[in-house]
């Protein structure tokens, strides 16, 4: 019963920030000094009677409670309406750049998870050992370095410089791939991916690594080790039982990390100018293209709100002492 109170405790904060979130958007679009319609006007493309009916065609004529509660219904049923620069479903523009995003971030984050994991523990049980100084020092420098400028070095040795991998996009511009097989299984996307997939997982391995290290540090001198090293366990086998009792915040930061990933990293997109859904954020924020700008954000602050309920009940249930403290 402890559970489900817990359980729906976070289930009802989630919901309230996901209400909060949709809100703060809605509110913010409205107060910008001028809508996606004015420069039409100033240029001459659309007189002051094609505006208005324009503007009552997408509901902004109407009174600003009556838009929020239309606004606040189609979000939650996930009908996103019409681009109003691109005059095409919304969902046609963010779901192609939300799948780019996620086959170039979530990879990269299970790779460095459990690469950064696995070396972050053997540094923690090898303390003061030339490994564990050196891969903090390197992991450290990588998270320090802002992810564009990585990207930047590694476009100008390896694409300017060696000539060895692409530098810009997700395909080359001859390429027509066909679904989503064709698109992100050849040869050529490969070429492309290969570079900000590297600096994806050089930025993040520095976060794996020292929670690993830091809750292997903290459990080598515990009593459970020094039972089993009584017992006659090698430090191999020793190092797998304080791994696993280590694993608590990983799970925890790779679920919040998850969660982020729908915002994509704006920056890396730009740099190698991969359609994302960041990128694609950034370009509908200059056109002020409401509908898509409300779309984007939603699913990013949904995405996060979820995968910190995910975490919460995970931490929950390998820790109770957590979830009877809340309750």
């Known amino acids: 019963m402890s559970f489900r109170r817990f359980l729906l405790k976070r289930t009802v904060i989630a919901a309230l920030l996901t209400l909060i979130a949709v809100s703060v958007i809605f509110v913010t679009l409205r107060l910008l000094p001028s809508d996606p319609f004015s420069g039409l006007v100033a240029s ?10 324009v503007r009552a065609m997408y509901g902004l004529d109407e009174p600003i409670y009556v838009q929020y509660l239309k606004y606040v219904q189609n979000l939650f049923t996930f009908q996103f309406g019409i681009s109003l620069t691109q005059q095409r479903p919304v969902g046609e523009i963010i779901i192609p750049a939300l799948m780019n995003t996620m086959v170039l971030l979530l990879p990269a984050l299970v790779v460095t998870a459990i690469v950064s994991s696995v070396a972050g523990m053997y540094a923690g049980w090898n303390r003061g050992s030339w490994f564990e100084q050196s891969s903090i020092v390197a992991t450290t420098v990588f998270r320090a370095v802002p992810i564009f400028v990585t990207g930047i070095f590694l476009l100008i040795i390896f694409s300017y410089g060696l000539g060895w991998l692409p530098a810009f996009g997700m395909r080359s511009p001859l ?12 040869v050529d996307f ?9 600096a994806t997982v050089l930025f993040y391995s520095g976060d794996f690594l020292m929670l690993a290290r830091n809750s292997v540090v903290e459990r080598k001198g515990s009593e459970f080790l020094m039972l089993h090293r009584a017992k006659g366990l090698s430090d191999m086998e020793q190092l797998g039982r304080a791994g696993r009792n280590s694993l608590l915040p990983l799970v925890t930061y790779f679920a919040l990390r998850t969660g982020m990933l729908f915002q994509g990293v704006i920056t890396l997109e730009v740099v190698f100018a991969w359609p994302g859904i960041g990128r694609a954020l950034v370009q509908a924020i200059l056109n002020q293209d409401y509908p898509t700008v409300q779309a984007a954000v939603f699913i990013m602050a949904l995405a996060v709100i979820v995968m910190n309920l995910t975490a919460d009940v995970a931490y929950a249930k390998l820790d109770p002492t957590v979830e009877a403290g809340d309750v």
């Open 44 to 53: 001459g493309s659309l007189t002051a009677e094609q505006v208005e009916r």
């Open 190 to 198: 490969l070429k492309h991916y290969i570079l900000p997939f590297t």
């Open 175 to 186: 390429a027509n791939p066909d679904g989503y097989l064709e698109t992100y299984l050849s």
